[in-house]
């Protein structure tokens, strides 16, 4: 049986049902099951990875586990999940990390917390398999009110160019991993096929979408404020805020051919991603 946590969301919805069509065995958590709305083939399991005490019967019988956490309690969260799969004598964890994890140089909170989530990972004794994608395309979703309303797409850093990942690419490495041996004990950079700055991702939006779209550089200040305007806690408006900087760093614009090497099929270009959530925009 392999368990997914984070299962309601894109990616982990994405390796949820990726999983399935291999024939696995699929568990899932969920702080509300009633509103999990999965296929009817998972194991939904009520846990909270910040509740210790409740991972032990969402472990229970489990071989491996997908681990897919976010925000400033990662790291705690993480070191629950390790600790409890040890204790459970799950055979493998497989986590979702960030491109930058691997780099000690990067102290902004997102690396820094997936690094810690990482360390408790190795601290646990169990088998793993790190994959660190640079960036999501569906990121670009963030867009989609102005573009509906103004015809607009509002962003900093438009200078910078990341090679984002389709999430049903990372999914597609996630269920590979989970189902062939061969992956412990590896990092899995993953990219998609070109480095795409902002303004560029706006043409092809405006190319798969029919009409015309306009780019509109504003302030990291602006762009943190209208974080924040979302309701969004300052500090975590601030990791993301330090997240987006980084596509003015070379390493995010490298393009790496794990998707293609590790699933046998080339990664998808944000043109396909654009064409499936064309009705979002």
Known sequence: ????????????RAVV???????????????????????????VVRADLGDPTGLPAALDGVEQVFLLSGGPELPVHDGNLARAAARAGVDRIVKLSV?????????????????????????????????RPLGFMSNALHWAPTIRATGTV?????????AVVDPLDIAAVAATVLTTPGHEGRVHTLSGPEPLSAPEQTEILAEVLGRPLRYVEVSPEASRQAILDHGV????ADAIMALRA????EFTSVVHATVEEVTGSPARSFRDWALRH???F
């Open 99 to 131: 491109g930058r994890a691997g780099d000690p140089t990067a102290t902004d909170p997102i690396p820094s917390w997936h690094r810690a989530g990482e360390q408790a990972v190795i601290d646990s004794g169990l088998a793993w398999t790190f994959l």
């Open 278 to 280: 064309r009705a979002s």
């Open 154 to 162: 509002h962003a900093a850093f438009g200078d910078g160019r990341i």
């Open 1 to 12: 049986m392999i368990l997914v946590t984070g299962a309601t969301g894109t990616v982990g």
């Open 233 to 236: 806690p300052a500090g975590l």
């Open 17 to 43: 049902d990726q999983l399935l069509a291999t024939g696995a065995t699929v568990r899932a958590t969920t702080r509300n099951p009633a509103t999990a709305d999965l296929p009817a083939a998972v194991d």
């Open 246 to 249: 980084t596509a003015l760093y």
